[in-house]
């Protein structure tokens, strides 16, 4: 007689008030006696796409690496992913043909749709479905989020933004329709209620968030039931992301109490948000990766600014507002300020790559069961145009995929080729996507070193 060991629901909650904590994948999740016990992650079903979105394009030739395929020597706006850059490719050469006639509104809205915008200053605005909603239709089906959209800035201008373009293409980078654009949170403590509240509308979360005065105080008598039915490495797993959601937590209410302390707070920064740009940024990727370790979604994207944003960035010694260094006129010392900024956002993402593959998760780490595109919908922006995309790929996409290369493309590529292989590479299957015309299959093929 065979006896099987009763594993946990994949979909393990630990339940307080107003609160659905999500866990993440532990061994007793997996049956044992069986051939998946031996290897607790099972990568064909950890599949996680995500999108992190640069405004403004960047310097390329301070961006574009200057060795050959191997991604060996980087360039300078690159330079902080030398501790990553085996998890990462850069790919050159690709296009968003349909972002002209070239404005910002449009470099954002084809990012992820390569769809053409309507021309319209009005509510009859069109432009297609975007990648990470065409995944979401099908990762998303077993998890609490379909998908999870985060910004930086506030986004409420509305009317004519750009050219004759709504405000509505610049605010949005998803659109599950060509008509539904699917509005970005930039608030740090509203992503964290939606990811670990149980529902209700805002009332009746902010009621719940009142009866206790953190979210792990209300699930602690749930978790030491819980603590009963898993082993050493288990528990071990699960304090440390216990550990994570109450820092979190803790950073979120400490920048809403120095917010009121704040008599002129940014006013394209929610008020509750880090005062640091790098904090506010830090906070909105943690919150993705607690996303992903509970398996709450799979499927994110990540504004880091708006296109056209004034925002500055002392921080790192600019105080040029970001706009006006991309229309540089060739001067070397905004292009030098500009390609800081690059440099800085870059090295936000650096970052959290690295904390992605330190989270262990069954046989490998988050990382290796995930894919991140990072990039810009313009190239250069002192032109304003769509072509040689500043493009950066990382993950392992559960061993499919060899990072540290370059690959430059001899000819124009639609961006929409780059779409149809991650989509691919996560188990949807398109035979075409906008204007594609094949697949990226240099970016899954081994790279002898």
Known sequence: MIVMKKALPRRTFLRGVGTALALPLLDAMVPSMTALAATPADPSRLRRLGFVYMPMGCDLPRWTPPGGDVLDVLSPILSPLEPVKKYVTAISNLELRNAYPGTHATSNASF?????????????????????QIAAKQLGRETQLPSLEIAMDLLSTVGQCDNGYA???????????????????????????????????????????????????SVAEEMARLKNQLGPADREKVAQYLDAVREVERRIQKAEADSREDALPDLDRPVGVPASYADHARLMFDLQILAMQGDVTRVVTFQLARETSNRTYPEIGVFDSHHPLTHHGNDPAKIAKMARINQFHVSLFAEFVAKMQATREGDGSLLDHSLYLYGSGMGNPNLHDHKDLPILVAGGAAGRMKGGRHIRFKEPTPLANLHLTLLDKVGVHLDSFADSRGQVDELFEPLAI
């Open 112 to 132: 992820l749709s390569a769809a053409r915008a309507k021309l319209t200053e009005s509510t009859d605005y069109y432009l297609g479905t975007t990648v990470d």
């Open 167 to 217: 405000c509505v293409y610049q605010n949005n980078l998803s659109w599950s329709s060509p008509t539904t654009p699917l509005p970005a949170e930039a608030h740090p403590r509203i992503v964290f209620e939606r990811l670990f509240g149980e529902g209700g509308n805002a009332v009746e979360r902010r009621a719940a968030l009142k009866k206790r005065a953190s979210l792990l105080d």
